[in-house]
C-alpha cells in the first residue's frame, strides 16, 4: 500500500471539533451551516 499521510484524518479532527463548537455556541445542534 502506498504511503498514506495522516494529514486527512487530522483535517477531520478539526472538522468535527469546529462543528461540535459550533453546537456549543449556537446552542442549535444540527445547526453549524
Request: aromatic share 18%.
Amino acid at each position: 500500500m502506498p504511503f498514506i499521510p495522516k494529514y486527512p484524518q487530522y483535517l477531520q479532527e478539526i472538522k468535527e471539533a469546529w462543528i461540535s463548537d459550533r453546537r456549543w455556541r449556537s446552542g442549535h445542534p444540527g445547526e453549524w451551516t
